[in-house]
């Protein structure tokens, strides 16, 4: 009997080896190997290493049996909803910090970055007469990729922050600790506990109240308080509410942590959806490893150095089953610079038959520094960059279904211009970012009446 058992999936597999293409029977073997741990063995880029080992096995294993933060079935909805957006049905906003600080979990500013993102849904969704998909960068996003590993500090060379996940912003506090690991756990369930209490309470008042009093300047401030009047009176429904959260799974040991067995299929259960930094996306690599074995939907974030080819096969590898909703690719290419490469991946990404959610981050291509050297973004590129991406995925016959900003609800001074006229002198005002520079809430509210009034209603 034993002998019957086994012998049947080795027959299995005989099978399939006979009438399956070598390409085909490459994929077999890969899923087969696949394990939430099997990216170990590959290159890996941008993560941190524990000097203390003993320290890391403790956080480790206490991780790995820590309550998941979401459920599978919730990433199964949102794949399901991704697959609309694909579809040109919904349009997804998604936005947040670039990285997230342990010091901002307080009530207020959480409650005032989820209003932001459900405002910017409620905007577009009343402009464009589509309804919308709303993904935060949030209760999770601990973790940053750097163009180099260290900077130079007041003379000195210190390991440059990696986010509150791995090392402190204070300069004398630059070493890699895996017990911040923990702390990022802790914070993110604080962070999710209290949103989806705020999202689910029904005390809304506040939620539908978009101000727009500091777009003043702007020549559409007529049309732009007309429409938040409208969107006021309009009944909030359950989805209006609703929201995902997201965040770059960089630090793979964390995320194979929180990765967890359910019916079958292995799910990060840390966000709902996980994506790709454009800086750990290379083919026979530690996270595209990970990536492909996880149920989740994932996105990759495509930059100007992405080749065709190279797009070609990363969609082929992460959506074998051509799953719709299963994988976003978020372009991120700076305002004038869409034309000579997104045809190209547009086309790239045809050829290969898989079903893909195109997103527009709007902001990463688009870092300049100010003449007091901080590190800023200009709102007109940004919003240049939509336009024209839009109209290169319309001309392509292709669908863009969504966008991706960092923006913040509070009063930051990081992101010039917009109608409430942020200068280079202004910066300095309230900059607070721990890395890139933010919309505040009237530029990012500005931005989605931009967003709305472009789409074809
Ligand atoms: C980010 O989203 O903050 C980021 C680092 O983006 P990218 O990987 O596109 O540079
Ligand atoms: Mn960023």
Known sequence: EHHRISCEVVGARAAERAVCPPLALHTVLVAMSWTPSSWRSLPKHQMAEWEDKAVAERVFSKLGELPPLVQPKECERLKLLLAECGRGERFIVQGGDCAERFMDCKAGRLEQQLKLILQMGMIIEHLSGKKTLKVCRIAGQYGKPRSKPTEM??????????????????????????????????????????????????????????????????????????????????????????????????????????????????????????????????????????????????????????????????????NPKKEQGRLMLITRYGAGKAESMLPGHIEAVKASGVPVVWQCDAVHGNGIVASNKLKTRAAKDIWQEIVEVMAIHKRCGSILGGIHLECSGQSVTEVLGGSVGLTEEMLLKNYETYCDPRMNYDQAIESAFKVGNEMPS
């Open 153 to 318: 500090v007041e003379g000195k060379e210190i390991m440059s922050f990696k986010g509150d996940n791995i090392n402190g912003f204070d300069p004398k506090d630059r070493k890699w600790d895996p017990e911040r690991l923990l702390l990022g756990y802790w914070h993110s369930a604080a962070t999710l506990n209290f949103l989806r209490g705020y999202a689910s309470s029904g005390e809304h008042g506040p939620l539908k109240t978009i101000s727009v009093e500091a777009l003043k300047a702007s020549e559409h401030f007529a049309s732009y308080s007309d429409d938040a009047k409208a969107i006021a009176g309009k009944a909030l429904t359950p989805e209006s509410v609703e929201f995902f959260t997201s965040h770059e799974a960089m630090q793979l040991d964390l995320e194979e942590a929180l990765t967890r067995l359910s019916d079958g299929k292995f799910y990060n259960l840390s966000a709902h959806m996980v994506w790709i930094g454009d800086r750990t996306r290379q083919l026979d690599c530690a996270h595209i490893e990970y990536f492909k074995g996880i149920a989740n939907p994932i996105a990759v974030k495509v930059g100007p150095s992405m080749k065709n080819d190279e797009l070609k096969e990363l969609v082929q590898v992460l």
